[in-house]
């Protein structure tokens, strides 16, 4: 678990287990859920092609989502529309650390993960002895970790859902006999074949634009910023699927060339500028080798 939580924020780890504390009032009757599969849905776009290629797979899944100012409702929505039989679930950590707070959220997906697994525990397959999976979709290019340019390595960009923090966060479920399986099924397709490849395009049509992508979401009033990694990610998407990008309430850097003081410090789009040319230049192994790392990949 030390290994895992070091790989996903880059800090140095020390965890000490104490025994004792309030053990919770159990439930007067357990319920187990007849779902037979978890998806995690954020109220990103990826999550949202996820469930949506779930049920068109013919399974049941309990959707289970990380509560966040500005996403709720369309969690809620996304999960009516899409699975209503099934219960979403709808959690919030609401951890309150007694000093100053790391901005940066680079360990969050460990609270995510820990709802889902909770969960997935929670079904009555699992309760039957069955081994029950936990679909983590994100497409592979955020997900592997890609730096855009030499200066962006590590922990500067994200590992929420690298193959290898899932690898060892998966050898800990293991070890401990959970019985839950970590799946991204998308870890080596791109945003844009992901709105392709869904396999329910008028569902995905009446929902997408809705969806949130943007890093910087509620420092900019719950809009998208349209200039973060993730939101270029997002616009450049939407060219490969070939649909209109009509995002709920636009981008507020909606033109990325404009050469003045306001936009001087726009640095994610100098860096895919610059990762661009790199591509075009010396090839797309010129940008992408050195974060596909046989070992670390698997």
């Known amino acids: 678990m030390i290994e895992a939580l070091c790989f996903l924020s880059g800090d140095i780890w020390n965890l000490e287990f104490v025994g004792g504390g309030v053990i919770p009032v159990p439930p007067r009757q357990a319920r187990p859920r007849q779902e037979d599969m978890v998806c995690l849905l954020s109220g990103g776009m990826d999550s949202l092609i996820g469930a949506i290629d779930a049920v068109h797979e013919g399974k049941s899944p309990l959707l289970v989502s990380q509560m966040a100012k500005g996403d709720t409702a369309s969690q809620a929505r996304f999960a009516s529309m899409i699975a209503r039989a099934s219960l979403h679930l709808q959690l919030n950590h609401h951890a309150r650390p007694p000093i100053v707070s790391e901005r940066s959220q680079r360990a969050r997906s460990i609270a995510f993960l820990g709802f889902g697994v909770l969960a997935a525990t929670c079904l ?10 936990l679909r983590i979709p994100e497409n592979g290019f955020i997900s592997q970790n890609v730096p855009l340019t030499s200066l962006r390595m590590g922990t500067l960009s994200t590992r929420t859902t690298h193959p290898h923090y899932l690898r060892l966060v998966q050898s800990v479920l293991d070890d401990a006999q959970l ?13 844009g074949e992901m709105l392709t490849g869904c396999a329910d395009q008028g569902l995905l049509t009446q929902l997408v634009d809705e969806s949130t992508s943007c890093g910087r979401f509620s420092r900019t009033g719950f809009q998208h910023c349209g200039r973060c990694v993730p ?33 001087a410090r726009f640095d994610d789009v100098r860096s895919v500028a610059m990762a661009i040319e790199t591509v075009r230049r010396h090839g797309v192994d010129a940008l992408i080798g050195g974060a596909m790392n046989v070992q670390l990949l698997g």
């Not at 009555?124 to 999976?133: F, K, M, N, P």
Request: net charge positive; aromatic share 8%.
């Open 124 to 133: 009555q397959s699992h309760r039957d002895g069955a081994i029950v999976e």
């Open 231 to 263: 939101c270029q990610v997002r616009r450049a998407s939407y060219l490969a699927w070939g649909h209109p990008d009509h995002t709920k309430k636009g981008y507020k850097y909606a033109p990325l060339g404009q050469n003045n003081a306001k936009h």
């Open 179 to 191: 019985r839950v399986t970590l799946h991204n099924p998308y870890d080596h397709t791109t945003k």
